[in-house]
T-cell receptor
Framework: AQKVTQAQTEISVVEKEDVTLDCVYE???????LFWYKQPPSGELVFLIR??????QNEISGRYSWNFQKSTSSFNFTITASQVVDSAVYFC????????????FGKGTHLIIQP | GAGVSQSPRYKVTKRGQDVALRCDPI?????LYWYRQALGQGPEFLTY????????KSGLPNDRFSAERPEGSISTLTIQRTEQRDSAMYRC??????????FGPGTRLTVL
């Protein structure tokens, strides 16, 4: 069955620190996508990245980077030089699997960046 | 370049009443999804449509929940005879086929 585990319920760091959010997944599919979404205090869900399981290269976008390790079924997200505006709940997700559409989400990690 | 919109943003209703939640997807998006998100949890899949066809409703909790998308654009999620356990954030998302999903702001439903 599809499963996403975000073991860190809450992380608090001081501004400008680097922080990594962990995501471990289980899937019955041989090829799949992985996603990260951000839910800021305002409540909307903002798409951050979609990653194909074919491509294990790290992805970097500004201060954000993602490390995909198929061997350990992990898709971790790092924020470099964190800012207060990064405070949010971050969700990792993958498709429901077996050709079914829709996503399975983890429980999220609440990231608090203190000034 | 409007995003996904949902209405109402907040809905308070009494137990036993029916509610209808509306989703207006991004123009041209083929697929539309409904999720439910409880406090402190990630969204949970309810159902999805490709065009006007409901492809999968396996996530709907029971037969009080239904959804439609009659013209392949706007969708309505209806909950009949609401119960307190139905209180949650209901989220809609849309996507081009096999692409990332973009979410609306959600409808916060409170059943008293």
């Amino acid at each position: 069955a599809q499963k996403v585990t975000q073991a860190q319920t809450e992380i608090s760091v001081v501004e400008k620190e680097d922080v990594t959010l962990d995501c471990v997944y289980e899937t019955r599919d041989t090829t799949y996508y992985l996603f990260w979404y951000k839910q800021p205090p305002s409540g909307e869900l903002v798409f951050l990245i979609r990653r194909n399981s074919f491509d294990e290269q790290n992805e970097i976008s500004g201060r954000y980077s993602w490390n995909f390790q198929k061997s350990t079924s992990s898709f971790n997200f790092t924020i470099t030089a964190s800012q207060v505006v990064d405070s949010a709940v971050y969700f990792c997700a993958l498709p429901r699997g077996g050709g079914a559409d829709g996503l399975t989400f983890g429980k999220g990690t609440h990231l608090i960046i203190q000034p | 370049g409007a995003g996904v919109s949902q209405s109402p943003r907040y809905k308070v209703t009494k137990r036993g009443q029916d509610v209808a939640l509306r989703c207006d997807p991004i123009s041209g998006h083929v697929s539309l999804y409904w999720y439910r998100q409880a406090l402190g949890q990630g969204p949970e899949f309810l159902t999805y449509f490709n065009y006007e066809a409901q492809q999968d409703k396996s996530g709907l909790p029971n037969d009080r929940f239904s959804a439609e998308r009659p013209e392949g654009s706007i969708s309505t999620l209806t909950i009949q005879r609401t119960e307190q356990r139905d209180s949650a954030m209901y989220r809609c998302a849309s996507s081009l086929a096999n692409n990332e999903q973009f979410f609306g702001p959600g409808t916060r439903l409170t059943v008293l």
